[in-house]
T-cell receptor, first 109, second 117 residues
């Protein structure tokens, strides 16, 4: 099956820092989503980005489908950005999402 | 707009008991998914429905697990009998398969945290 690898597994930063999270996938996909799982366990949709670049406030994401990777950028980090960030992909012709193992981000004040 | 609604948010029960998790998808969505999150295996799909019909249940761990979708606005995931290793967070998600020919994202509920003692 498709492999989804996220890096780094853990990231600890000071408030105000910028960060880049990476997601590599092993096959062609027609859907890629980034989620933030907050400390209460909720999965928050950040981006639906099968290709191209999107921005939402301090967050932006880029997917290069032909090279099978996606990047999530967080600028001017805040303590509320802490949590686990998941990348999930869907294969061509399939419906289920396959999740990476996540990047745990800790933002210290 | 109401998102995907799951109940209960937390469930603690003793092994051997029947557990029923409930999900109300976003109105108009034609796909419904059940995922499970554990420390060991991460987030993985259990089963999904399209227009209330189960399409892929290959992720259901064993016969103790069953899922139904009697109508477009309600689904259940049942575990009978429950075991401690079933302890996990169970998420329900829904999506509109396509909108004007374009694939659509999945939207997740807040999850049910299940603890089997």
């Amino acid at each position: 099956g498709i492999q989804v690898e996220q890096s780094p597994p853990d990231l600890i930063l000071q408030e105000g820092a910028n960060s880049t999270l990476r997601c590599n996938f092993s096959d062609s996909v027609n859907n890629l989503q980034w989620f933030h799982q907050n400390p209460w366990g909720q999965l928050i949709n950040l981006f639906y980005i099968p290709s191209g670049t999107k921005q939402n406030g301090r967050l932006s994401a880029t997917t290069v489908a032909t090279e099978r990777y996606s990047l999530l950028y967080i600028s001017s980090s805040q303590t509320t950005d802490s949590g686990v960030y998941f990348c999930a992909v869907r294969l061509q012709g399939a419906q289920k999402l396959v999740f990476g193992q996540g990047t745990r981000l800790t933002i210290n004040p | 707009d109401a998102g995907v609604i799951q109940s209960p948010r937390h469930e603690v029960t003793e092994m051997g008991q029947e557990v029923t998790l409930r999900c109300k998808p976003i109105s108009g969505h034609d796909y419904l998914f059940w995922y499970r999150q554990t420390m060991m295996r991460g987030l993985e799909l259990l089963i999904y429905f399209n227009n209330n019909v189960p399409i892929d249940d290959s992720g259901m761990p064993e016969d103790r697990f069953s899922a139904k979708m009697p109508n477009a606005s309600f689904s259940t995931l049942k575990i009978q009998p429950s075991e401690p290793r079933d302890s996990a967070v169970y998420f329900c998600a829904s999506s509109l398969g396509k909108d004007r020919g374009r694939n659509q994202p999945q939207h997740f509920g807040d999850g049910t945290r299940l603890s089997i003692l």
